[in-house]
C-alpha cells in the first residue's frame, strides 16, 4: 500500500489566494483526519470524516476554511482566501474504524 | 474536556543514554493512548499505542511505555538512545467520544549527540 497520499507537498502563496490541499486515504479505510502543524499550537485536529460525512469541524479556524469528502478515496482541505497565519504543515491522516491512524507526509503552506 | 501534557519541550541526551519522556493526559472516561514520531522532514510515525490489557506497551526501535492510570501517566522510555532517535515526539489519546479523533501533546524535541 502507498499509505496517505497527500499533494501538494509545498505550496507558497499569497495573501488573498486560495489554496486547495488534497489527501487519499488508504484503501479500505472509513476515517479521514485534517491535523495542523504550526510552532505556536502544535498538532490540532481542524475536521474529520467517517464514512465520507464530516462528523466534526469545531477545529476548523473560520469560515475560510471548508472540507470535503466527495468519495472514500479522495479529500479537499480549501482555503479561501489564504492569510500569512495559515501558514503551517497540514497534514491527512486515516484509519480503520477505531483502529490506528496512519499520517501523510503533510503539506506545507507558506502564505506571503 | 480531554488534554494532554508532556513536560518536557526540549530533550538533549548523549547516545547510550536511556530516555524517558513524561506524559500525562486529563479524562474522567476511557482513553487509548499514543506516541507518535516525527523525525526532522518526514511524517508523524506511531511508535506504539496503548488500548487496553497489559499497561507495559512495547514499540518499534526500543521504545516502550508504561500506562499508570493512577496517575493519569503514559511515559516513554528507552534505555539506550542512539543518534538517529533525534525527532519530535508526540504523546496523543484518543476517545470513543471525541470519534477517535487524536488530541495531541506540544511534542518533545530529542537531539541525540554523538
Known amino acids: 500500500d502507498a499509505g496517505v497520499i497527500q499533494s501538494p507537498r509545498h505550496e507558497v502563496t499569497e495573501m488573498g489566494q486560495e489554496v486547495t490541499l488534497r489527501c487519499k486515504p488508504i484503501?479500505?479505510?472509513?476515517?479521514l483526519f485534517w491535523y495542523r502543524q504550526t510552532m505556536m499550537r502544535g498538532l490540532e485536529l481542524l475536521i474529520y470524516f467517517n464514512n465520507n460525512v464530516p462528523i466534526d469541524d469545531s477545529g476548523m479556524p473560520e469560515d475560510r476554511f471548508s472540507a470535503k469528502m466527495p468519495n472514500a478515496s479522495f479529500s479537499t482541505l480549501k482555503i479561501q482566501p489564504s492569510e500569512p497565519r495559515d501558514s503551517a504543515v497540514y497534514f491527512c491522516?486515516?484509519?480503520?474504524?477505531?483502529?490506528?491512524?496512519?499520517f501523510g507526509p503533510g503539506t506545507r503552506l507558506t502564505v506571503l | 474536556a480531554q488534554s494532554v501534557s508532556q513536560h518536557n519541550h526540549h530533550v538533549i541526551l548523549s547516545e547510550a543514554a536511556s530516555l524517558e519522556l513524561g506524559c500525562n493526559y486529563s479524562y474522567g472516561g476511557t482513553v487509548n493512548l499514543f506516541w507518535y514520531v516525527q523525525y526532522p522532514g518526514q511524517h508523524l510515525q506511531l511508535l506504539l499505542k496503548?488500548?487496553?490489557?497489559?499497561?507495559l506497551v512495547k514499540g518499534i526501535k526500543g521504545f516502550e511505555a508504561e500506562f499508570i492510570k493512577s496517575k493519569f501517566s503514559f511515559n516513554l522510555r528507552k534505555p539506550s538512545v542512539q543518534w538517529s532517535d533525534t525527532a519530535e515526539y508526540f504523546c496523543?489519546?484518543?476517545?470513543?467520544?471525541?470519534?477517535?479523533?487524536?488530541?495531541f501533546g506540544k511534542g518533545t524535541s530529542l537531539l541525540v549527540t554523538p
Open positions: 484503501s479500505g479505510h472509513n476515517s
Open positions: 496503548y488500548f487496553s490489557g497489559d499497561p
Open positions: 491522516a486515516s484509519s480503520h474504524l477505531a483502529d490506528t491512524q496512519y
Open positions: 496523543a489519546l484518543d476517545n470513543s467520544n471525541s470519534g477517535y479523533a487524536l488530541n
